[in-house]
């Protein structure tokens, strides 16, 4: 074993040209509790034109040693260490020091653009103030950068677009502005701090497209940050996996990818979900909750949470050392030599228990009973405006969604923010007479129930799971209190409530001795957990799961995965899913149905869809997925859709997804002629359960 490869910091013009070196970076905060060590020993170098990833759950360090980098963290942050840009130590410089080289020879990319951005000054103004500062232009030559600037990240009529605020931007917009900013003055390292996490995935696939330009025009090297391990495969070329504050494995992206060896490494990328990938691989989760970083105990901070750990895990931290050439692929893990040995995989670190079977069998879904009926669902809004509130227009929230759930399956709801799937969710909860169309729930119709208590009864049989769970859950009620208030609405008595509250903590995977504690006293996983106690209290047919795992990171969102699976085959439940991430659906789901502008353009059986998808909006959302493998990403072709989705108050003749669409493009004159007039049905031709409003399906 050789020890980790990095020595002193290199200067410009050094023989490998690196233009950034950390050594030995370390950053504390202090806190009520004690010292909270936020990152403790980041060591890297950038070379120019590659990028850098940096994973890790929550909490690792991450973000805390780029703002480092910058200087922008607070003054009560103690930084030591060395950080060299070029020949010059940014470690000890003022902020007026820092700030004629932020923007200049370093620029970042933040996650929120809109919080980013000066909500009272133009686009334009915001550009021209990053190329004043650091470089002598007069007023022309300004706004003709700035249009090249805004032409360069993508966004149309640059000229008109300058005069316009953020808040008349789509986020997606808004994050190429930020891209636009980064590079205005040709930087040597562009930090990208999650800058695709609240973006829909068709647009996340538009602005890792922009990065790359932004890369390409000023050859800066990249570091990007980010929990989305298939960004981490399609973008990077080095990754740094950091936990507790510190780098636990680093290497090339095929070596952290295809010969990873360090236990952590192996749960995170065993917990991803692949959209490439069905429901019969189990996921890796990786159980317990990183550590406090107050007083951190001796050894391995990974080892309270890992299979393999032995006794010397636990009384001295490892160093990055390497195991096997190549000598830059470096691991914190005194195993590793032996994961490489004996070629051990992620299940075989993480061993995953089957999945059980189900009570529902193999019945074929025709078989089987109904749950729930969604006839020609509609919901529309009037816009109003002025003193007044005249009628400006209508908002076609959801316009004429049709589907069933039938008993032990899982419909997926997906689509872009905007194409009406919350609303289709929140008129299904409602049991009430819908503005037009059918709700049927366990085969009564919910516009024809006249007495309350019908309503009420019925609302044992649905339940709904939201997507955060602190959010979702009364930080004044214990858990008792919390999974006993269903029951009691439902006149459970109170023996029946105790014995209940025991099953459900069993069920959910958590200790009935936790039941008097609160919710602020459990990890985000273990929230979501008690959330889908709560629903399962009244023994539901069917629950609505409304993203219930994007708040959480990978390693607690496989095994609140696996958690519902377990549920759906011992209960018989049936789920209605919406994500926006289509890896989990992929997943976790038997159907699927596509949303867009408020209606389903293609609805079927999972594998058939994912696989064989028939309608382009279908094909490009699955493109736009990142799937976690490099080999695949590399050779891989996209169909990126341009623009973001219109606005639900636009009216559109013929077929509402032309405006976007990539087949609709090629077509001749006539063809174009029949999408423009005809809106087309949800019809299928020949395929037994797939369906798809499309005249020229894929």
């Not at 410009?12 to 950053?27: M, N």
């Not at 647009?203 to 391990?229: C, P």
Request: aromatic share 4%; proline share 7%; glycine share 8%.
């Amino acid at each position: 074993m050789t020890a980790e490869p990095l020595s002193a910091a290199p200067k410009f013009g050094a023989p490998d040209g690196t233009v950034l070196s950390v050594r030995d970076l370390q950053v504390d905060f202090a806190s009520e509790a004690g010292k909270v060590q936020a990152v403790r020993g980041v060591s890297y170098d950038l070379q120019p034109g590659r990028t850098l990833a940096i994973a890790g759950e929550s909490g690792s360090g991450k973000s805390v040693t780029s703002l480092a980098i910058m200087g922008l963290l607070p003054t009560s942050a103690a930084v030591r260490g060395s950080i060299m840009l070029g020949d010059r130590e940014l470690v000890g410089l003022n902020d007026a020091e820092m700030s004629n080289i932020r923007g200049r020879d370093i620029a970042m990319i933040f996650q929120d653009p809109l919080s980013a951005l000066t909500p009272v000054f133009t686009i334009g103004e915001q550009i021209a103030e990053a190329l004043d500062v650091h470089q002598d232009l007069n007023r022309a030559q300004v706004h003709e950068r700035s249009i090249e600037l805004l032409d360069l990240v993508g966004i149309p009529r640059p000229a008109e677009r300058l005069k316009s605020y953020p808040h008349e931007f789509s986020g997606g917009m808004r994050q190429r502005v930020m891209i636009a900013i980064a590079m205005a003055n040709d930087p040597k390292v562009i930090i990208a701090d999650e800058p695709t996490t609240a973006l829909d995935v068709t647009i996340q696939a538009q602005i890792l497209d922009v990065l790359k330009t932004a890369q390409r025009e000023t050859g800066a090297a990249v570091v990007m940050i980010t929990h989305d391990l298939g960004v981490v495969a399609g973008m990077a070329d080095d990754v740094m996996i950091m936990y507790a504050g510190r780098p636990v494995e680093r290497g090339t992206v095929d070596d952290i990818f295809y010969r990873p060896q360090m236990p952590y490494t192996m749960g995170l990328l065993g917990a991803v979900p692949r959209p490439d990938q069905g429901k019969a691989e189990r996921l890796v989760p990786i159980e317990g909750n990183p550590p406090a970083l107050v007083d951190l105990p001796p050894g391995c901070p990974f080892a309270p949470r890992c299979p393999m750990a032995e006794d010397r895990c636990r009384t001295e931290e490892p160093t990055l050392l390497a195991h096997q050439e190549p000598e830059d692929h470096v691991v914190a893990c005194v195993r590793a030599g032996e994961i490489v040995a004996r070629g051990l995989s992620p299940t075989d670190v993480f061993p995953v228990p089957e999945a059980p079977e189900s009570v529902v069998g193999d019945a074929p879904r025709s078989e089987r009973p109904s749950v729930l009926e969604v006839e020609d669902l509609k919901k529309h809004f009037a816009l109003t405006s002025g003193m007044l509130r005249r009628k400006a227009g209508t908002v076609r929230a959801v316009d004429g969604v049709t589907f069933d759930i039938r008993r032990g399956e899982t419909l997926a709801l997906v689509g872009e923010s905007g194409c009406g799937k919350s609303t289709t969710l929140l008129e299904i909860m409602q049991l009430k007479a819908p503005q037009s169309g059918r709700i049927v729930v366990m085969g009564s119709d919910v516009g024809a129930m006249k007495r309350r208590t019908d309503r009420h009864k019925l609302r044992g049989e649905l339940q709904i799971v939201f997507q955060d769970p602190m959010a979702s859950l009364d930080p004044r009620m214990t858990v008792y209190d919390i999974l006993a208030e269903p029951l009691r609405a439902q006149g459970w008595n109170r023996k029946r409530i105790n014995d209940r509250i025991g099953e459900l903590m069993d069920l959910v995977g958590l200790n009935p001795d936790h039941v008097d504690r609160f919710p602020e006293q459990f990890s985000g996983g273990q929230r979501q957990r008690i959330g889908i106690g709560r629903a399962l209290a009244v023994e539901p047919e069917l629950i609505v799961l409304d993203e219930p795992v994007s708040a959480l990171d990978v390693s607690i969102q496989a095994g609140v995965m696996n958690l519902l699976e377990d549920l759906q085959a011992k209960l018989g439940l049936s789920y209605l899913f919406v994500a926006h991430d289509l890896s989990v659906v992929r997943h976790i789901a038997d159907r699927v149905a596509v949303m867009y502008l408020g209606r389903v353009v293609e609805l079927g059986e999972i594998e058939r869809v994912f696989t064989q998808p028939q309608h382009p909006y279908t094909a490009a959302l699955l493109s736009a997925v990142p799937i976690p493998d490099p080999k695949v990403e590399r050779e891989r072709e996209r169909t990126l859709l341009t623009g973001d989705l219109p606005s639900a108050t636009r009216h559109i003749e013929g077929c509402r997804f032309r405006t976007r669409c990539p087949v609709y493009r090629d077509l001749s004159e006539k063809d174009r002629q029949h999408c423009e007039t005809d809106d087309p049905a949800l019809l299928g031709e020949g395929v037994v359960d797939q369906l798809r409003a499309c005249h020229f399906p894929t």
